[in-house]
């Protein structure tokens, strides 16, 4: 079984920063993606970005320019690095990891941007 623990949201103004984090534990295959998802409500979930083991990173189109994906592999962690955010940006951000055939996914944590 894998875990997946987000931390780094929180309350933000337009403009501002936010660095999350999302720390894996459990057994999982090294071949895997990690990366962060979206969901607003009532919106459907929708890909930030995502990163292989070899730092290939896929951006959502909102948000290339502002945002940074990076991970840790030696401590099993992928960050996202968000910066210029706008209040279209606030919703709960998912951790996600895929390998072979399987998906996880953390708790989320909150993003709120005011304007």
């Known amino acids: 079984q894998v875990q997946l623990v987000e931390s780094g949201g929180g309350l933000v103004q337009a403009g501002g920063s936010l660095r999350l984090s999302c720390v894996a534990s459990?057994?999982?295959?090294?071949?895997?993606?990690m990366g962060w998802y979206r969901q607003a409500p009532g919106q459907q979930r929708e890909l930030v970005a995502r990163?292989?083991?070899?730092?290939?990173?896929n951006y959502g189109d909102s948000v290339k320019g502002r945002f940074t994906i990076s991970r840790d592999n030696a401590k099993k962690t992928v960050y996202l690095q968000m910066n210029s955010l706008k209040p279209e940006d606030t919703a709960v951000y998912y951790c996600?990891?895929?390998?072979?055939?399987?998906?996880?996914w953390g708790q989320g944590t909150q993003v709120t941007v005011s304007s």
């Open positions: 459990g057994s999982f295959s090294s071949l895997n993606v």
């Open positions: 990163m292989d083991r070899g730092s290939s990173a």
């Open positions: 996600n990891m895929q390998f072979f055939n399987r998906e996880y």
